[in-house]
C-alpha cells in the first residue's frame, strides 16, 4: 500500500541513508570486482595458485586480516576468501550505524515524537526502520552481485557470496537497535554497537590464528561467514544462524521498545552534577572537553591493533620463505619480509585511521557551526580565526597523539616477542601518519571555508577515494602516474620502507596552502547553519 | 556614541533581500524594541550586528566599531541571547556560566546569583535536560550578569512562563537603570509595550516605522466607539473616518488626524456615548501587515 505510515516512514528512512548506502555500495562493487580481476592477473596459471595457497593458506597474518582460506585454486574461492574477510566488517559497519541512525537519532533529534504523535504506533514506526535496513541491505548485495557477475564469476555462485557478504548486515543492525534501546543518546549507542562489533571481530581473528581455536568461529558472526563457504563447498544452512539472531535481536529491541518512554534509554544518563570547572577557559578547552572521550576510544583501538601487529610481526617475517618473498612482492606488499617491514605495512592503516580521525574533528568543529552554538561562541569576543585555528590544532594534536600511541604500543608489542625493531625507527612511523593527514585536514578545511554544509563530506570522500586509489592501483597494477594521485601510495611505509621525504614536504605544503586559504575563507564567510 | 549605529545595512542571500538598507540607532541606556513578523529580517539583521554575516553593502557600527572588520573589540562590549538557545549539552548551568565568564572575561558573581535566583534556576542540571525555556533562561543569566554596555537579545523570551517574563522586564529595567542599552527583538507585543523605549517595525527587510510608542500612536489612527439613542447615521464620508465596524445603533471607527470632522459631523444626532481610545501597539503592528501581503504577525 503506497500510502501508508509504515512505507512513508520507510521511503524516509531509506532516504535519509542514501548516501552512505551508496558510498558503500560503490566500496563494495569496485571492492569485489578488483578481488576477482587481482587474483586472475597475479596467478593466471594453476601453478601459480597452488604456489599461493602453500604459502599463505597457513600464514597468520594474512589469517589476521581475512580469515582462514579453503580453496584458493579458483578465482571464486580466492574472492570467496578475501570478501568475508575484510568487506563484512564494512557491512556490519553500514549496518549499526543505519539502525542508530534510523532509531536513537530519530529520537535525539526530537522527530521521533511528532511521528509518534501521529496515528502511527511504535511498531510502525520500529518496523519501518527495520524494512528501510532490509531495503539498504539488498542494494549493497546488488552491488557485490554485480562486480562478482562482471568479475566473471558464475551467477549462482556469486549470489551466494554476495549473502555471504551481507550476512553481517542485518545482525550489526540488530545490534544497534539493541544499543539504541540502552543508551540515552546517539552517541554511546554508536559507541556501544562498535564496541560489539570490535568484540567480535577480535574473537574471529583469535579463532583463525591461534591454535586449536577453530571452534571460537562459531561464537561471532563473522565467523561464521567464512563458515558460509562460499565457491569452497557453500554451506547454505549456515545463513540460518545470522537469519536467526538478527530475528532475535530485533524482537529483543522491539520488546524494549513499545515499554520504554520515548526519548530515554533504558541506560539512565546522570542529567545533575556539581561543577567540574577543568577546561573551561576558551573554546579550545571547551571542544578538547568535549572530545576527550572520542580520542580516547581512537587510542584504545589504534593501540590495541598497534600491540597486535607488533607482537605477531617477528614470527609472520622469520616464517617467510624466498617463495612468499616473491609472492608479496607481486602482491605489492614486498616489504613485508622482516618484522620491520610487516610494521610498516599495518601503518598503512594506522595512516588511514589517523586521516579518518581528523575528518572526525572536522565534523566536530562544523557541528559547533552547524548547531548555531558557534554563534554563541563568536558573540563573545572570540575570533573567527582563533576559533577554527583551536580546532584545527587539537585535531593534529590528536592525530600526532595517536600516531605515537601507534608507534610505541608497536615496538613494544614487537620487543616483548624479541624482535629486532627500534624504538626510534617506529617512533618515526608515528610522525609519518601525520603529513597524510594534515594534507586531509587542510583540504577539509578549504572546503569548510567555501562550501560548509558539503565539506565533511568532502573530507571523508577525499579519504575513502585515495585509500581505495591505493588499493584498486595496486591490484590492476596501474601506471605510477595514475596511482601517484593517492598520498596512500606516495607516504614511505616506515620503517620497512624509506621515508619518502619529498612526498611529505609535498604533503605539508599543500596541506598549509589549502588550510591558511581554508581558515582565511572561513573567516569571511556568513555562517552557515544545518 | 551610539550603541548601535548602521548605515544602509543591506543583506542578500541569492536573489532574496533580507535587509533592505537600514538605519538603526540605539542610544546608551535605551531600550529598543524590534518588531517584525517571521522572515521580516530581524535574526538577520542580529547576525550582521554582531558580525556573524557579512553585509552586502551598507555598514553596522557598535560603539564605534565595524560590527565586519573588528567584531572581537565590539563584542567585548556586547552580550547576545540567540534565539535558538542551543549550548553546549554536556555541560552543566554552571559549567556554561563559568565557561561563558571566562571567554567574556569577567561576570558580575553576586549579580548572577541574583539572577539564577531570580529565573529559578538548578544550575547543577545538564543543558542537555534542560526544556527550551530554562535553556533559554540560561543565556539570559549569562548576558545580563556580563554586565555588557549592549545586549542584544533575540526574541528572548519565547519559551518562558508569565512568572519569568515579569523576572525579564525587571531584569531588562535593571539593566536599563545601569546605563546599559538593549536591542531587544520580539514577536510579544505587550512585553515591548511595557519596557521599550523605542519602537522599530520592520517588513520584508525595510524599516516600516520608527519611534517612541507616544510617537507610534500619534501617528496612528485613534479607535472610537460611538453608541446612538436611534439608529447610528452614516458616517462613511466624513474626512479622517473610516468606520471598520457597524452594529443596529453602533459605531467603530478609526480616526487619523484630528477629531474635528467627526465631532461636527455628530453634531445634531443622539449620541449616547463616546468611547474614544488610543491604538495599541498590536493595532498600530497589524495595520501595517494586514493590508499589504497578508502576513500576519504570530
Redesign the interface.
Known amino acids: 500500500m503506497a500510502g501508508s505510515p509504515l512505507s512513508a516512514l520507510a521511503r524516509r528512512a531509506f532516504a535519509d541513508a542514501r548516501v552512505r548506502t551508496m558510498s558503500f555500495a560503490l566500496l563494495f562493487f569496485f571492492g569485489a570486482y578488483a578481488q576477482t580481476t587481482g587474483y586472475r592477473a597475479a596467478a593466471p596459471t594453476l601453478a601459480d595458485r597452488i604456489e599461493f595457497a602453500r604459502n599463505f593458506g597457513a600464514n597468520k597474518a594474512v589469517r589476521l586480516l581475512y580469515g582462514e582460506p579453503h580453496d584458493l585454486l579458483t578465482v571464486g574461492g580466492y574472492v570467496g576468501w578475501r570478501i568475508p574477510g575484510l568487506l563484512a566488517v564494512f557491512a556490519a559497519v553500514w549496518g549499526l550505524l543505519g539502525a542508530v541512525r534510523a532509531l536513537r537519532a530519530e529520537e535525539d533529534s526530537g522527530r521521533a515524537e511528532i511521528v509518534l504523535a501521529g496515528p502511527v504506533s511504535r511498531r510502525t514506526n520500529f518496523a519501518a526502520a527495520a524494512v528501510a535496513i532490509l531495503a539498504g541491505t539488498a542494494v549493497l548485495w546488488q552491488a557485490l552481485f554485480l562486480a562478482l557477475v562482471a568479475g566473471k564469476l558464475a551467477v549462482g555462485g556469486s549470489a551466494f557470496l554476495a549473502l555471504a557478504g551481507v550476512s553481517a548486515v542485518p545482525v550489526f543492525a540488530g545490534v544497534g537497535a539493541v544499543t539504541s534501546q540502552l543508551a540515552p543518546s546517539k552517541r554511546v549507542a554508536t559507541g556501544l554497537a562498535a564496541g560489539v562489533l570490535a568484540f567480535a571481530f577480535a574473537v574471529r581473528v583469535i579463532a583463525d590464528t591461534a591454535d586449536g581455536a577453530d571452534w571460537l568461529r562459531w561464537a561471532t558472526p563473522l565467523g561464521w561467514i567464512e563458515e558460509m563457504r562460499p565457491f569452497a563447498g557453500e554451506r547454505p544452512w549456515v545463513l540460518l544462524l545470522p537469519a536467526v539472531l538478527s530475528v532475535v535481536l530485533f524482537g529483543v529491541a522491539a520488546t524494549i521498545m513499545v515499554r520504554r518512554d520515548v526519548g530515554t534509554g533504558l541506560l539512565r544518563?546522570?542529567?545533575?552534577?556539581?561543577?567540574?570547572?577543568a577546561l573551561?577557559?576558551?573554546?579550545t578547552q571547551?571542544a578538547l572537553r568535549?572530545e576527550r572521550g572520542v580520542l580516547v576510544a581512537w587510542l584504545a583501538g589504534v593501540g590495541a591493533f598497534a600491540v597486535i601487529f607488533g607482537v605477531i610481526s617477528d614470527s609472520v617475517a622469520s616464517g617467510l620463505t624466498e617463495n612468499v618473498r616473491r609472492e608479496l612482492e607481486r602482491f605489492g606488499a614486498g616489504s613485508v619480509v622482516s618484522a620491520e617491514g610487516f610494521i610498516g605495512f599495518g601503518f598503512l592503516f594506522f595512516i588511514l585511521a589517523v586521516c579518518v580521525f581528523v575528518c572526525a574533528q572536522l565534523s566536530a568543529a562544523r557541528h559547533e557551526e552547524a548547531?548555531?552554538?558557534l554563534?554563541?561562541?563568536?558573540?563573545?569576543?572570540?575570533?573567527?580565526r582563533g576559533w577554527l585555528f583551536g580546532r584545527l590544532v587539537l585535531a593534529v594534536a590528536g592525530a600526532a597523539l595517536i600516531g605515537l600511541v601507534a608507534g610505541v604500543l608497536s615496538w613494544a608489542g614487537a620487543a616483548s616477542q624479541g624482535a629486532d625493531v627500534s624504538l626510534a625507527d617506529l617512533l618515526g612511523a608515528g610522525a609519518n601518519t601525520l603529513p597524510p593527514a594534515l594534507l586531509f585536514l587542510g583540504l577539509g578545511t578549504l572546503a569548510l571555508g567555501v562550501v560548509p554544509r558539503a565539506a565533511v563530506g568532502i573530507a571523508y570522500g577525499l579519504v575513502g577515494t585515495a585509500f581505495l586509489w591505493e588499493l584498486l592501483g595496486s591490484l590492476v597494477e596501474a601506471p605510477e602516474w595514475v596511482r601517484t594521485l593517492s598520498p596512500f601510495h606516495d607516504v614511505g611505509l616506515v620503517p620497512g620502507e624509506p621515508f619518502e621525504a619529498v612526498a611529505a614536504l609535498v604533503m605539508l605544503v599543500i596541506a598549509a596552502v589549502a588550510g591558511a586559504a581554508g581558515v582565511a575563507l572561513f573567516a569571511?564567510?556568513?555562517?552557515a547553519g544545518s | 556614541m551610539n550603541a548601535i549605529q548602521t548605515e544602509s545595512l543591506t543583506k542578500h542571500y541569492g536573489t532574496t533581500v533580507a535587509l533592505d538598507a537600514l538605519h538603526l540607532s540605539v542610544a546608551p541606556g535605551e531600550v529598543y524594541g524590534y518588531l517584525g513578523p517571521n522572515g521580516a529580517g530581524k535574526t538577520t539583521t542580529i547576525?550582521l550586528l554582531?558580525?556573524?554575516?557579512?553585509p552586502t553593502a551598507g555598514a553596522a557600527q557598535i560603539f564605534g566599531l565595524d560590527a565586519w572588520r573588528d567584531?572581537?573589540?565590539a563584542?567585548?562590549r556586547?552580550?547576545?541571547v540567540?534565539g535558538?538557545p542551543?549550548?553546549?549539552p554536556?555541560?552543566?548551568s554552571?559549567?556554561t556560566f563559568?565557561?561563558?565568564a571566562?571567554?567574556?572575561?569577567g561576570i558580575d558573581e553576586p549579580y548572577r546569583d541574583v539572577l539564577i535566583e531570580r529565573f529559578q534556576l538548578?544550575?547543577?542540571?545538564?543543558v542537555?535536560?534542560l526544556s527550551k525555556g530554562n535553556r533559554q533562561k540560561v543565556?539570559l543569566v549569562a548576558a545580563f550578569a556580563g554586565r555588557a554596555d549592549l545586549l542584544?537579545l533575540d526574541e528572548p523570551t519565547s519559551g518562558l512562563d508569565p512568572l519569568m517574563e515579569m523576572a525579564f522586564r525587571e531584569t531588562v529595567r535593571e539593566a536599563k537603570e545601569r546605563g546599559q542599552a538593549v536591542f531587544l527583538s520580539s514577536h510579544i507585543l505587550s512585553e515591548v509595550e511595557a519596557i521599550c523605549d523605542r519602537v522599530g517595525i520592520l517588513r520584508a527587510g525595510r524599516l516600516v516605522e520608527e519611534g517612541t510608542l507616544a510617537e507610534l500612536r500619534h501617528l496612528s489612527a485613534r479607535t472610537v466607539e460611538v453608541t446612538f439613542e436611534h439608529e447610528a447615521p452614516d458616517l462613511g464620508g466624513v474626512s479622517g473616518v473610516h468606520v471598520v465596524g457597524a452594529g443596529a445603533n453602533a459605531i467603530r471607527a478609526e480616526v487619523t488626524g484630528s477629531m474635528a470632522p467627526l465631532i461636527d459631523a455628530l453634531a445634531g444626532h443622539p449620541v449616547v456615548a463616546i468611547e474614544s481610545r488610543e491604538p495599541s501597539l498590536e493595532e498600530i503592528f497589524l495595520h501595517h501587515y494586514d493590508e499589504s501581503d497578508g502576513r500576519v504577525a504570530a
Open positions: 544518563s546522570r542529567d545533575t552534577a556539581p561543577p567540574r570547572l573551561l577557559g576558551s573554546p571547551l568535549d548547531e548555531q552554538r554563534e554563541t561562541l563568536l558573540a563573545l569576543p572570540v575570533s573567527r569571511r564567510r556568513d555562517l | 547576525r554582531l558580525g556573524l554575516h557579512r567584531p572581537v573589540a563584542h567585548r556586547v552580550a547576545f540567540a535558538e542551543n549550548l553546549w554536556n555541560l552543566t554552571a559549567e563559568a565557561f561563558l571566562r571567554v567574556r572575561g538548578d544550575v547543577d542540571k545538564k542537555r535536560a543565556q542584544i
